[in-house]
């Protein structure tokens, strides 16, 4: 349940989590006709918007089956982020796709020592659509297209597996930008209730399956947090970047050593999984087991949670706030914005997670005020 700090669960709860407690309101809706929750759903969507039904429809039956409380305040998280990330497109168009797949070709292509003449003279093959793959490239659009495109080449081509292997360069897609890594996760742990025998990958492009695990990743957790802004940076950076970033500064007031305020306090391999060699923190960690009566095994060992909500009981999360608190002389908060510039072949501008954050506040305050309903 989405109750407090807690997360979403197969039932409905009857308090919302503070930092989703928007004008005094701590409870759900109170809306039992299934008619009368749509029309009012429909009315937080954002003017421009098309099928404002269809999206309130699928809305509906996403948090249903999540269990998250039908609120103005949980509703305006998903629209918020959703209008932010694809302006509820749901498969956004990418300006410039075709120059970023030449240029990973070629990467990919000196990485494995494959003369780009070889490369090109393969592209230029029927691919299962009709079209040559290089006409495919050529009219690259969005994301989806971008996918499909990468699936062909993999199994069709005839260095395809050992060249581009399980490479598909979508890693987010869908009206809210879901972690293609994140849906497979989840659905490997709890089965996406409307699939037809696709892969979660396609799940996750269309409407219904990109707003199910966006509203997953961004509402079914006990995000820690008193400002929803940390919420909407968790989407960003990752679930509990915000409490970590807030665990990095406390280390930073008793550490010599530069300590990097991005809410990772491990170090991470392509597939998410922990590296064995120690991270910045870890090591500064260590310098300080004395003082915090943990040694270098203990230290790893609660690491190890700080993507989960344990991390915040553990001995090292408990023992390093007093310490820091004791060295800057007042309280430290549990929360702070991580500080991350946001790369992607995606983006052309300076951007950071604190940004996204606050733009999607933005948008979410303006959805706040379409509620008029008493």
């Given at each position: ?18 930092d ?21 759903l429909?009315?937080?969507l ?41 302006n ?30 070889l ?5 230029l ?10 006409a ?5 659009k ?5 996918s499909?495109?990468?699936?062909d080449?993999?199994?069709?081509l ?24 994140f ?39 006990p ?35 530069a ?8 170090r991470?391999d392509?597939d ?16 300080l ?10 230290i ?11 991390f ?6 408990e ?10 002389g ?45």
């Open positions: 349940m989405l109750v407090a700090c807690s997360s979403v669960g197969p039932s409905v709860s009857d308090s919302l989590p503070p989703l407690r928007q004008g005094g309101v701590e409870a759900p809706w109170s809306v039992p006709e299934p008619a009368k929750h749509r029309e009012r429909v009315k937080l954002p003017p421009a918007v098309k099928d404002k039904a269809g999206w309130a429809s699928d809305m509906q039956l996403v948090f249903s089956a999540l269990g998250i409380p039908p609120a103005t305040s949980t509703y305006c998280a998903v629209i918020a982020v959703t209008d932010q990330e694809t509820f497109q749901v498969d956004p168009a990418v300006p410039g796709l075709p120059g970023i797949v030449r240029a990973e070709l070629e990467r990919r292509a000196g990485k494995f020592g494959i003369p780009m003449l490369v090109n003279a393969a592209l093959k029927d691919s299962p659509s009709g079209a040559s793959y290089q495919r490239i050529d009219a690259l969005t994301e989806r297209q971008l499909d495109l990468f699936d080449m993999i199994t069709e005839p260095f395809g597996r050992d060249w581009l292997a399980d490479y598909n360069p979508v890693r987010t897609a869908g009206p809210m930008q879901v972690s293609i890594r849906a497979e996760q989840r659905a490997a742990e709890t089965p996406y209730p409307y699939t037809k025998g696709k892969r979660v990958r396609d799940d996750v492009f269309s409407r219904r399956g990109g707003l199910y695990y966006g509203s997953a990743i961004l509402l079914d957790y995000a820690p947090y008193t400002d929803v802004r940390y919420r909407f940076a968790d989407f960003n950076a990752g679930r509990y970047s915000s409490r970590n970033a807030a665990f990095q500064t406390a280390l930073a007031k008793l550490s010599d050593a300590i990097a305020l991005d809410g990772d306090l491990l991470y392509a998410g999984e922990a590296l064995p060699e120690p991270s910045g923190v870890e090591r500064a960690l260590r310098a087991g004395r003082q915090l009566k943990l040694s270098d095994e203990q790893r060992r609660d690491l190890l949670q700080e993507k989960t909500a344990g915040s009981e553990t001995a090292l999360f023992r390093l706030f007093p310490l820091a608190e004791a060295a800057a007042k309280t430290l908060p549990r929360q702070t914005m991580p500080k991350i510039a946001l790369k992607s072949p995606k983006i052309s501008r300076k951007l950071s997670t604190e940004w996204f954050a606050e733009r999607v506040h933005t948008r979410f305050r303006t959805c706040l005020g379409r509620d008029t309903t008493d």
